[in-house]
């Protein structure tokens, strides 16, 4: 079993940073590539970034693409999620992903989520 545990999240103002951080556990886990997705009130949920084991393949929805960044820490089993210049639009639920199915988009495990919410 893969435990994934988000944090980071909160309330804060257009333009304004956040960091997402998501650590992995679990005797199951085994690395590999890492995701972060969102679901907005009454929408589906949607891919935001991807990144592979090494940390050299990396992919962003359009969407965010320049103003977020996706790292992770191998060490410590640990993917982040940097926003940077955020947007009302950007308020959602973000969830964590492991256990690769298909690149970038398709994942097995998923997290509890953490809220953003951003204010005009």
């Known amino acids: 079993q893969v435990q994934l545990v988000e944090s980071g999240g909160g309330l804060v103002q257009a333009g304004d940073s956040l960091r997402l951080s998501c650590a992995a556990s679990?005797?199951?886990?085994?690395?590999?590539?890492m995701g972060w997705f969102r679901q907005a009130p009454g929408k589906e949920r949607e891919f935001v970034a991807a990144?592979?084991?090494?940390?050299?393949?990396?992919a962003y929805a359009d969407s965010v693409k320049g103003r977020f960044a996706i790292s992770r820490d191998n060490a410590k089993n640990t993917v982040y999620l940097q926003m940077n210049s955020l947007k009302p639009e950007d308020t959602a639920v973000y969830y964590c992903a492991t256990g690769l199915i298909n690149w970038p988009e398709k994942f097995r495990s998923w997290g509890q989520g953490t809220q953003v919410t951003v204010s005009s």
């Open positions: 990144i592979g084991w090494s940390g050299s393949s990396t």
């Open positions: 679990g005797r199951t886990f085994s690395g590999g590539a």
